[in-house]
């Protein structure tokens, strides 16, 4: 059974920057994809970003431009650079792994990915 486990996450002031990072327990042949999703509470979990196993990465609108996913294979492991953090970006941040491949999209549905981490807190204060 593969286990996803993050860390990192906390508490910071707006603007502020934090760094999560979240590591897959087995290493494999198989390519596969890492994404981050979020969860405000009263809210929808929310695609945050992915680093496909192509090399591409993706991101949410909310956070282009703001968020940076990066990976290192060797590690079995993917980073998210949080920068310029906002008050909504207050969530239980998730990391996701999937070995399918993605369509029309699908990187940013949460049922596209098979294993998930428990979560880790991440709050933005004002």
């Known amino acids: 059974q593969v286990q996803v486990m993050e860390s990192g996450g906390g508490l910071v002031q707006a603007g502020g920057s934090l760094g999560l990072s979240c590591v897959r327990s087995?290493?494999?042949?198989?390519?596969?994809?890492m994404a981050w999703f979020r969860q405000a509470p009263g809210k929808e979990r929310e695609f945050v970003a992915v680093?496909?196993?192509?090399?591409?990465?993706y991101y949410g609108k909310s956070v282009k431009d703001r968020f940076t996913i990066s990976r290192d294979s060797a590690k079995n492991t993917v980073y998210l650079q949080m920068n310029n953090l906002k008050p909504e970006d207050t969530a239980v941040y998730y990391c996701?792994?999937?070995?399918?491949?993605?369509?029309?999209?699908?990187?940013?549905?949460?049922?596209?990915?098979?294993?998930w981490g428990q979560g880790t807190q991440v709050t933005v204060s004002a």
């Open positions: 680093s496909s196993w192509t090399g591409a990465t």
């Open positions: 087995e290493p494999t042949y198989a390519s596969y994809s």
């Open positions: 996701a792994v999937t070995e399918r491949a993605f369509s029309n999209g699908s990187y940013t549905r949460d049922h596209s990915y098979e294993y």
